[in-house]
């Protein structure tokens, strides 16, 4: 009988769900993790008097390139990841979908994006970033998910919808 060890992603975030190589037919091998923090930020980037449970979801592709990990560890420190719902790796690229909240407000974007850029720019191997952003009541839900899977735009967007009804991502009130 073999025992599987789980290897944590970090040790700044949990990880709830991984599944370690590829399941289905998506992409080029696309497969995805859920992770959680706590966070003392809105999606709005803002300080809240309270700390609230954040989930999001790393999609990874084929080859599972886990140097995003110190990014998004940054991103943590920086307190940066409470806008965040999908974030992965794809063709050398570094695509984050964000709540709608920070995408619409141009100021807002334009920092958010230096700030993840000059994170991304701080690394051994620095990738370009791509931000779109994820909601559940636009119809078109994300503007960006094909940059994080090569896949039909569909297919994408039902698999997007798919994670965040099995797991409700973004920021929640904890309960014991």
């Not at 700390?51 to 940054?74: L, M, N, S």
């Not at 191997?125 to 909601?135: A, I, K, N, R, T």
């Amino acid at each position: 009988m073999s025992v599987h060890t789980h290897q944590p992603l970090s040790h700044l975030f949990s990880t709830l769900y991984d599944d370690g190589s590829p399941r289905g037919n998506i992409g080029r091998g696309s497969h995805y993790a859920v992770c959680r923090l706590i966070s003392h930020f809105n999606a709005n980037l803002e300080r809240n008097r309270t700390g609230q449970v954040h989930d999001f979801a790393i999609i990874w592709d084929e080859d599972r390139d886990k140097r995003i990990i110190p990014i998004i560890e940054r991103l943590c420190i920086e307190q940066l990841m409470s806008a965040v719902y999908f974030i992965g790796e794809r063709k050398g690229s570094l695509t984050i979908l964000v709540d709608p909240v920070i995408f619409d407000d141009a100021d807002k974007r334009k920092f958010f994006e230096g700030m993840v850029q000059g994170i991304s720019d701080s690394t051994d191997d620095p990738w370009p970033v791509e931000l779109g952003f994820y909601s559940r009541t636009d119809p078109e839900v994300t503007n960006a998910g094909r940059m994080l899977i090569n896949d039909c735009n569909e297919k994408v967007t039902t698999y997007l919808r798919n994670i965040d009804n099995l797991w409700q991502l973004g920021l929640k009130s904890y309960h014991s």
